[in-house]
C-alpha cells in the first residue's frame, strides 16, 4: 500500500513535469487552435481594421445627440460613395473575417462591418427619390415624413455604434497576449 501511494504521489508531483520537458523542444502548430497562429490573425485583424477604417473616415461619428441635431449631416461623402467604400470594405473584409477563430476581435469587427451595413441600409431609404401615385400622393408624403424623421437618428446610431465596436477592437489588438 505504501508503494502504490508513493507512485501516486510520484506522478502526481513529477508527471507534469516530464510531460513539460518532452515537448520543450517543439513549436505547437497552431496557437489560436484554429489552423492560423496568433501572427497571421493578427495579420487578418489588422488589414479589417484597416480596411473598416475607411468607412469611419468617411461618416460622421457624433458625441451627442444636440451635436448631431445642430449639424445633421451623416456623412462628409455622398450616399453613393459611401455604398461604394462600402461594397468594397465588405469584398475585402469578409473573406478575412472568415478566416479568423471565434473570438471577441473577430466579433467586435464583424459587428462594427454590420454596423455600417445597417447604417447604409437606413440611409438609402432616405436618400434616393421615389415615385408616388399621384392619386395617394398626400397619404405618402405625410406618412414618409413621419417614418423619415427619424432614419436620420437610426443612420447616426449606427455610425456611433460601429466607432465603438472598431474602439474595442483596437482594445483587443493592443492587449498583451492577444
Known sequence: MKRSSLALLTS????????TAQSVGRKPPSITGVGIEASEEMKLASRSMFALKRLERAVLVYRSLGDFEANGKLA??????FRNDLNEVTTEVEPMLSRLPQSKLKLELGN???????????????????????????????????????????????????????????????QPGN
Not at 12 to 19: H, N, S
Open 12 to 19: 502526481l508531483f513529477f508527471g507534469p513535469m516530464a510531460a
Open 76 to 81: 462628409r461623402v455622398s450616399y453613393q460613395a
Open 112 to 174: 462594427a462591418l454590420a454596423s455600417y451595413r445597417d447604417g447604409e441600409f437606413w440611409w438609402q431609404q432616405i436618400d434616393r427619390p421615389r415615385v408616388v401615385n399621384v392619386v395617394s400622393a398626400r397619404a405618402a408624403t405625410a406618412s414618409s415624413r413621419r417614418s423619415s424623421d427619424t432614419v436620420p437618428y437610426t443612420v447616426a446610431i449606427h455610425w456611433r455604434q460601429a466607432n465603438r465596436y472598431l474602439r474595442r477592437a483596437e482594445q483587443l489588438m493592443t
